[in-house]
Nanobody
Framework: QVQLVESGGGLVQAGGSLRLSCAAS????????MGWFRQAPGKERELVAA????????YYSDFVKGRFTISRDNAKNTLYLQTNSLKPEDTAVYYC????????????????WGQGTQVTVSI
């Protein structure tokens, strides 16, 4: 059973930065597409960014383009999300997810999920 464990969330002022990490328990990490999603209270879970197995292709939702960067280290089975210029509307629980196979922007195609890490951006 694949386990994904997020870390790096916290409370930050608007304009600040956080680096989120997601550690995977299995070697399937290197052969899987990965994504970061987020869910704010009362809202649906939405895709933030996704990355292909070899990191040659990355996808970003419009609301984070130019501010967030997704990356991965297959040797460490770890996924990252560098978040810069944070805004109060970025406040949410951030989840990493693994998709066996090709890259996708569709939430329902992801096979494994972490428990999430809270990011709170204050004014």
């Amino acid at each position: 059973q694949v386990q994904l464990v997020e870390s790096g969330g916290g409370l930050v002022q608007a304009g600040g930065s956080l680096r989120l990490s997601c550690a995977a328990s299995e070697r399937t990490f290197s052969s899987s597409a990965m994504g970061w999603f987020r869910q704010a209270p009362g809202k649906e879970r939405e895709l933030v960014a996704a990355i292909r197995q070899t990191a040659t292709t990355k996808y970003y939702s419009d609301f984070v383009k130019g501010r967030f960067t997704i990356s991965r280290d297959n040797a460490k089975n770890t996924l990252y999300l560098q978040t810069n210029s944070l805004k109060p509307e970025d406040t949410a629980v951030y989840y990493c997810a693994m998709k066996l196979g090709s890259l996708s922007s569709r939430r329902w195609e992801y096979d494994y999920w972490g428990q999430g890490t809270q990011v709170t951006v204050s004014i």
